[in-house]
T-cell receptor
Framework: GEDVEQSLFLSVREGDSSVINCTYT??????LYWYKQEPGAGLQLLTY?????DMKQDQRLTVLLNKKDKHLSLRIADTQTGDSAIYFC?????????????FGSGTRLQVQP | DTAVSQTPKYLVTQMGNDKSIKCEQN?????MYWYKQDSKKFLKIMFS???????INETVPNRFSPKSPDKAHLNLHINSLELGDSAVYFC????????????????FGAGTRLSVL
């Protein structure tokens, strides 16, 4: 089945850029997502990208997709202490609108003041 | 006006008990899901319903039984609770086929933290 992998931890200083990386195995993944989970909270959809796109920008967030290498990254510009959270990469294959997400293990982002 | 709401937020119970978690979405979505997040934060799909019909049923013990009385609700009943059932359970919904390009974008509830003692 599908496998999604992320590094477990990233520490940056406030004001720096953060880059969180993700690799996936299923080449039929059509939707790729980034979710944010703050301590004790639910999953907040940050952004998503379709497999026919290479890049998507949304304010401080930039998503890059390399389909050949099956690599997805999330860049957060001007990282703030409020960005400290766990970031999950997720993928879904197919285009039926009824597919479950396969999640990575999450990357814990720590932002130091 | 919460989009996907789960109750209760916390559930503490003894081994062997039976408990239910409720989920409701007011987004008009066709598809709903239950995910389990373990203590290491791994998230895994358990079930999915599309318009009251079960479409995904992963390898989950028979003690877990989902029920969808209508497309806006997906409840999870757990019989004979075990220590290993302790986790955070997330409900999610997505538009489904009628959602166009957004058909598979999933929105999550705040989670139900289940502790089995």
């Amino acid at each position: 089945g599908e496998d999604v992998e992320q590094s477990l931890f990233l520490s940056v200083r406030e004001g720096d850029s953060s880059v969180i990386n993700c690799t996936y195995t299923d080449s039929s993944s059509t939707y790729l997502y980034w979710y944010k989970q703050e301590p004790g909270a639910g999953l907040q959809l940050l952004t998503y990208i379709f497999s026919n796109m290479d890049m998507k920008q949304d304010q401080r967030l930039t998503v890059l997709l390399n389909k050949k290498d099956k690599h997805l990254s999330l860049r957060i510009a001007d990282t703030q202490t409020g960005d400290s959270a766990i970031y999950f990469c997720a993928s879904a294959a197919g285009d039926t609108g009824r597919r479950a997400l396969t999640f990575g293990s999450g990357t814990r982002l720590q932002v130091q003041p | 006006d919460t989009a996907v709401s789960q109750t209760p937020k916390y559930l503490v119970t003894q081994m062997g008990n039976d408990k239910s978690i409720k989920c409701e979405q007011n987004l008009g979505h066709d598809t709903m899901y239950w995910y389990k997040q373990d203590s290491k934060k791994f998230l895994k799909i358990m079930f999915s319903y599309n318009n009251k019909e079960l479409i995904i049923n992963e390898t989950v013990p028979n003690r877990f039984s989902p029920k969808s009385p209508d497309k806006a609700h997906l409840n999870l009943h757990i019989n004979s609770l075990e220590l290993g059932d302790s986790a955070v359970y997330f409900c999610a919904s997505s538009p489904g086929v009628a959602g166009g390009v957004a058909k598979n974008i999933q929105y999550f509830g705040a989670g139900t933290r289940l502790s089995v003692l």
